[in-house]
């Protein structure tokens, strides 16, 4: 059985972390390469970077702060904003970035999944979902959630994974920042949607919302990141808390 993941996550904004509540109330959140030296010190297992507002900006990731980030971690590193060409991706990894993650640009142009698979192979794209329940369907959103799209969660998460990607990183708007659990009956259906492995984001506030959504479902790993940021919780404590509940952690 592969061992879950704890990830914590940079969302970056003007260069800063920030943090927001069902992805709006912004508020800042610490330097970014201080918060990541630190999570790569206390035992976190990978670290995901969004440069969430370069989409609606029309420009690029910071390539200079992925590299300052890369120089003071030694765990994997996902990276994801702006990316719409193939093009964009080698910059990010010549510059330390172990994975990318594309998300409006795919949703905006499907076959980008596909060309980027065939440029740095599967294990190398995660497919980033943002998705809010409209009337009991779950429609996929894009531009950092300001857009919705007609774009269905599950049918566009076969999608994702019939073209290639190795990963989904699944963010439900709904539970994104609100510290009440993530969305447990909707990973259940994901999960048995697809094969490859996903990321639970939105929602944790308690150790004991990590246990149930690696209990009740059969996701790899789940992100947060506000709990982190502030010191609500520590990753040591989480981890030890997981391992006495029988939960395979790494």
């Known amino acids: 059985m592969l061992k879950k993941r704890i990830i914590p996550c940079l969302d970056i904004k003007n260069g800063r972390t920030v943090k927001g509540v069902n992805f709006v109330n912004i508020r800042d959140a610490g330097d970014p390469v201080e918060l990541a030296k630190s999570y790569a010190e ?68 499907p076959d980008l999944i596909k060309e980027l698979v065939a440029a740095y192979g599967t294990q190398c794209i995660t497919v980033a979902i943002d998705a809010k329940n409209i009337d009991g369907q779950w429609f996929v959103h894009t531009h950092g959630g300001s857009k919705p799209t007609d774009k269905l969660l599950f049918y566009w998460a076969c999608e994702v994974e019939q073209r290639g990607a190795g990963e989904i990183l699944f963010t439900s ?5 609100t510290k009440n659990g993530f969305a447990i009956s909707t990973l259940k259906q994901l999960s048995n949607k697809v094969k490859i492995p996903i990321i639970a984001s939105g929602g944790a506030g308690t150790m004991h919302h990590f246990k149930e959504v690696f209990k009740e479902t059969t996701i790899d790993a789940a992100l947060a990141a506000s709990i982190f940021h502030f010191g609500e919780i520590a990753i040591p404590d989480l981890k030890s808390y997981l391992k006495k509940e029988n939960i395979a952690i790494r």
């Open 42 to 109: 206390v035992g976190a297992d990978e670290l995901v970077f969004l440069d969430i507002t370069a989409t609606n900006e029309g420009r690029k990731t910071f390539v200079e702060l992925v590299k300052q980030i890369a120089q003071n971690i030694d765990i994997p590193f996902t990276v994801g904003g702006g990316i719409s060409t193939v093009e964009d991706v080698a910059p990010l990894l010549q510059n330390g970035a172990d994975k990318v993650t594309v998300n409006s640009s795919a949703v905006k142009r």
């Open 173 to 177: 708007m709904d539970h994104d920042g």
